[in-house]
C-alpha cells in the first residue's frame, strides 16, 4: 500500500451539492492527521487537523478511522470557491516529516 | 508579519547549471523542509532539517543539496546532476506544540530548464 493514497477525481459537482473524500495511509503508528487545501499554481494551505473524534469546522467535516487507516472529509453545501485540490496529510513513520497525498480535485460549477 | 518566503519565484536556468533556491522563516520553527510537486503529482520531499546545521534526506534528495548554517535559513540547491528539474518546489517550516504539528509553507518557486 503507498503511505499515503487518494483518489485523484476530479470530482465535478454542481454549487449546493455535498462531497466526500477519502484517503487511506500505510503508517498504523501515524499520529498526526490533515487536510490541506492548494489552489491552482499556489503553495498548500492548511484546511484542517483531523482528530480521533472526528471534527467539524461550519460546512467542513473530517473524521478518523484508525482501525481502517482510513480517512475522510466532508463538504457540505459546496460553494464555486471550494475548487481546489484537496491533499490529505499523514505524519511519517518517524514522526520527522509529513507525508502528503496526490491530493484530490474537486470543481464546483454553478 | 511571520511567514516563510521564498525567492525567486521564476526561475530560469540552462541546462549543466547549478542553482540555488532561497527560504527564509521568521516564524521560529526549528525544523525546514524541502518539496518538489510536479504537474498532477503530490509533493515529494527533499531534504528536511531538524535543526541547525543537521539535515536529512527525504525521498528523491540525489542532485540536490541544502544547508542549515541558521535556524531562519535552508537554501536549496538544484545541481547539475538533477536529471530532470523543472518543477515547483515548496519550502516548509513545522510548527510543534504539545505534540500538535502544523505544516507552512513558502509561496514556492517554479523552476525551468531551458
Known amino acids: 500500500r503507498k503511505e499515503v493514497e487518494q483518489d485523484p477525481g476530479p470530482f465535478n459537482v454542481p454549487e449546493g451539492a455535498t462531497v466526500a473524500f477519502n484517503c487511506t495511509y500505510s503508517?498504523?503508528?501515524?499520529?498526526?492527521f490533515f487536510w490541506y487545501r492548494q489552489d491552482c499554481r499556489k503553495e498548500p494551505k492548511l484546511l484542517m487537523s483531523v482528530y480521533s473524534s472526528g471534527n467539524e469546522d461550519g460546512r467542513f467535516t473530517a473524521q478518523l478511522n484508525r482501525a481502517s487507516q482510513y480517512i475522510s472529509l466532508l463538504i457540505r453545501d459546496s460553494k464555486l470557491s471550494d475548487s481546489a485540490t484537496y491533499l490529505c496529510v499523514v505524519n511519517n513513520q518517524a514522526g520527522t516529516a509529513l507525508i502528503f497525498g496526490k491530493g484530490t480535485t474537486l470543481s464546483v460549477s454553478s | 508579519d511571520g511567514g516563510i518566503t521564498q525567492s525567486p519565484k521564476y526561475l530560469f536556468r540552462k541546462e549543466g547549471q547549478n542553482v540555488t533556491l532561497s527560504c527564509e522563516q521568521n516564524l521560529n520553527h526549528d525544523a525546514m523542509y524541502w518539496y518538489r510537486q510536479d504537474p498532477g503529482q503530490g509533493l515529494r520531499l527533499i531534504y528536511y532539517?531538524?535543526?541547525?546545521?543537521?539535515?536529512q534526506k527525504g525521498d528523491i534528495a540525489e542532485g540536490y543539496s541544502v544547508s542549515r548554517e541558521k535556524k531562519e535559513s535552508f537554501p536549496l540547491t538544484v545541481t547539475s546532476a538533477q536529471k530532470n528539474p523543472t518543477a515547483f518546489y515548496l519550502c516548509a517550516s513545522l510548527l510543534t506544540s504539545g505534540g500538535y504539528n502544523e505544516q507552512f509553507f513558502g509561496p514556492g518557486t517554479r523552476l525551468t530548464v531551458l
Open positions: 503508517n498504523s503508528a501515524s499520529q498526526s
Open positions: 532539517s531538524q535543526i541547525v546545521n543537521d539535515f
